[in-house]
């Protein structure tokens, strides 16, 4: 009677492991099959993936999580948008024409080159750029310079450079000649 006993919890023990068993690999093939589809949209690389788990088992999840893709397609698309967001970033950033500096938008000169980036408004003293023929933040006309002058039509502006710092000497110190003497 205790020999039988032992055989029958013996056998719901075999049967108990190879259910868990079987669940645990199930559920590994359901992982994989999850896991690389948020990895890739290659079908091949998909079909390869979980044909790996299902013929190796456990070896075969284990030689999966070496072999995946590192990032999932969300973070390779955050990492995209990132990206183009400090590119927009960049690009959108005022520069001088003449010094190709970075400069602020509400720049007016440039702090570099001392070139003329824009013109302030007559009335708000806004910024504004040499195209624009009125003020957006006060709608205020724009006189161009030109139009401003009554000779306007006989002479036309030269167009002005813009001033930049002048480089250090490269002389050497020499002292001033002695003054003329007064008894010769």
Request: one cysteine or more; glycine letters at 2%.
């Amino acid at each position: 009677m205790i020999q039988d006993n032992w055989q029958q919890l013996a056998i719901i023990a075999v049967v108990g492991l190879v259910a868990y068993a079987l669940v645990l690999w199930i559920a590994a093939l359901v992982w994989t099959y999850r896991d690389i589809q948020e990895r890739t949209r290659d079908h091949a690389t998909q079909a390869i993936s979980v044909l790996l788990v299902l013929i190796f088992n456990f070896p075969g999840l284990l030689l999966y999580i070496v072999l995946r893709p590192k990032s999932t397609l969300a973070e390779m698309y955050d990492r995209q948008l990132e990206a183009e967001a400090l590119l927009h970033e960049i690009q959108e950033q005022s520069t001088c024409a003449a010094c190709r500096r970075k400069v602020e938008a509400d720049f007016i000169v440039c702090p570099y080159c001392r070139a003329t980036l824009r013109t302030a408004c007559d009335d708000c003293g806004k910024p504004l750029m040499s195209s624009w023929v009125l003020c957006p933040f006060c709608g205020t006309n724009r006189v161009s310079p030109v139009a401003a002058r009554p000779d306007a039509a006989a002479t036309v502006p030269a167009p002005v450079a813009p001033a930049r710092p002048k480089p250090g000497s490269t002389a050497r110190y020499t002292p001033p000649a002695a003054p003329p003497s007064i008894d010769a």
